[in-house]
């Protein structure tokens, strides 16, 4: 039996993050995540020193799924996620005049 997977927009700070629905729980955008909070226009950039440094430098386990989420032109690429626990945790790691 095929799973209908779920795409949504989620709004915060008036800006897009990406979510939708696997293993019955809403997993996020990291990207979108680190965008909103830190305002940075290289996020991909940013989450790859932040992934570098905390969980593959000291071995930390991975708190990130890769997803098939929509981006800007309409094609779904593997996009890094975080269920809604996970998104805290990472929220809380991020340094941000936001938080």
């Known amino acids: 039996m095929t799973q209908k997977i779920t795409t949504k927009i989620a709004i915060f700070q008036r800006k897009e993050i990406r979510k939708t629905i696997h293993l019955d729980e809403w997993w996020f955008s ?3 995540i680190i965008e909103v909070l830190t305002e940075t226009k290289r996020p991909r950039k940013y989450w790859g020193k932040i992934k570098q440094r905390e969980f593959l430098d000291i071995k930390l386990s991975q708190i990130w799924v ?6 800007i032109d309409g094609k779904k690429y593997a996009t890094d996620c975080v269920n ?12 941000s005049k936001k938080s």
């Open 30 to 32: 990291i990207i979108d």
């Open 84 to 95: 809604t626990k996970n998104a805290f945790r990472l929220i809380q790691s991020i340094p």
């Open 66 to 71: 890769q997803l098939k989420l929509e981006s």
